[in-house]
């Protein structure tokens, strides 16, 4: 089955402990990108990637890491998370960066920093 | 810069009435795509529709349909015969065209839309 796969679905943890949201895809698709999402605001794009080894910010990339080492997976790491980084985390995957391509979502990851 | 406006943040309707949720957009390109996105009380987010800028036929999917105008920049999605499984945040968003570049998706702030039985 094609999908995106977030880990975990859920985390609570405290104020500077270090953490990462693992996102895989397994229909090879060369875009890869994280969200966020707040009441209010939306889903607004923290980075970005359009293939192995290129990575970009996007919208909101303060405190966020990424990496792209294989073509499947998409980490986001979070270094020194802090409160105002509690939020829904959406990974999202498309084949290419083709004009339009609509894109695949995972199920979401809900982060609570303390 | 790239703006996607749902100006309607709640809406509430009984089972079986027809539902329309609004949505405008600005870009300065002249190419571009937009999407309908649901989002259930489980969380995820379901792509719903793709409409790229060159094509303002409305589509019509079962109860679903969009009404694309280009000329007031709008893009309205129209549930007809609402029902309780309707029930979600329902996001419009937009995203350039041009190829190799980064394929974000601007979202609007979402809609609520809530069927009562």
């Known amino acids: 089955e094609a999908q995106v796969t977030q880990n975990p679905r859920y985390l609570i943890t405290v104020t500077g402990k270090k953490l990462t949201v693992t996102c895989s895809q397994n229909?090879?698709?060369?875009?890869m990108s994280w969200y966020r999402q707040d009441p209010g605001l939306g889903l607004r794009q923290i980075y970005y990637?359009?293939?192995?080894?290129?990575?970009d910010k996007g919208d909101v990339p303060e405190g966020y890491k990424v990496s792209r080492k294989e073509k499947r997976n998409f980490p986001l790491i979070l270094e020194s998370p802090s409160p105002n980084q509690t939020s829904l985390y959406f990974c999202?995957?498309?084949?290419?960066?083709?004009?339009?391509?609509?894109?695949?979502f995972g199920d979401g990851t809900r982060l609570s920093i303390l | 810069a790239q703006k996607v406006t749902q100006a309607q943040t709640e809406i509430s309707v009984v089972e079986k009435e027809d539902v329309t949720l609004d949505c405008v957009y600005e870009?300065?390109?002249?190419?571009?795509?937009l999407f309908w996105y649901k989002q259930p009380p489980s969380g995820e987010l379901v792509f719903l529709i793709r409409r790229n800028s060159f094509d303002e036929q409305n589509e019509i999917s079962g109860r679903y349909s969009w009404n694309f105008q280009k000329s007031t920049s709008s893009f309205n999605f129209t549930i007809t015969a609402s029902q309780v499984v309707d029930s979600a945040v329902y996001f419009c968003?937009?995203?350039?065209?041009?190829?190799?570049?980064?394929?974000?998706?601007?979202f609007g702030k979402g809609i609520t839309l809530s069927v009562r039985p």
């Open positions: 968003a937009l995203s350039e065209a041009v190829t190799g570049a980064n394929s974000k998706l601007t």
């Open positions: 229909m090879n698709h060369e875009y």
């Open positions: 990637s359009m293939n192995v080894e290129v990575t």
């Open positions: 870009t300065r390109d002249t190419t571009y795509y």
């Open positions: 999202a995957s498309s084949i290419n960066t083709g004009a339009g391509q609509p894109q695949h």
